[in-house]
């Protein structure tokens, strides 16, 4: 289990329920940038899992609101809006929020196995975290 809660707000979006301050920027990548997008957790997770072999050194991306940069030491997160909203994971923190996002995206494991062999097929190659996802 990680440091936040995910919901559906009145309108049906994805909502984050942070533990604590320090899970509150990886919750609003997750509902601002990943939004209802399971393929982006499954390459956002795939990164992680790749960076934590040493199958790369490391990776970054840039959303809608947040730039992610992931590396031996963490993930890193600046808020594209804001020099003051940050937040720092492990690798395993992360991992762990990403995970129980594609739950919360995809409950049915159904859904998950169609999503995985979706992204498997694009990607082609088997997702790093198959087993878990």
């Not at 009145?10 to 509902?31: F, K, Q, V």
């Amino acid at each position: 289990m990680s440091g936040v809660t995910f919901y559906r707000d009145e309108y049906g979006g994805p909502a984050a329920r942070p533990r604590d301050d320090s899970w509150s920027a990886i919750g609003s990548l997750m509902t601002s940038d990943v939004q209802n997008v399971a393929t982006w957790a499954l390459r956002l997770l795939a990164w992680i899992d790749d960076v934590a072999a040493g199958r790369s050194a490391g990776e970054s991306w840039q959303g809608n609101s947040w730039q992610v940069e992931i590396d031996r030491a963490g993930v890193h997160l600046q808020d594209l809006h804001s020099d003051d909203w940050t937040g720092t994971h492990t690798l395993a923190e992360a991992r762990a929020v990403l995970l129980e996002y594609l739950r919360f995206l995809l409950p049915g494991p159904d859904e998950r196995r169609s999503e995985l062999a979706t992204w498997e097929r694009d990607e082609g190659r088997d997702h790093p975290s198959r087993a878990e996802i």
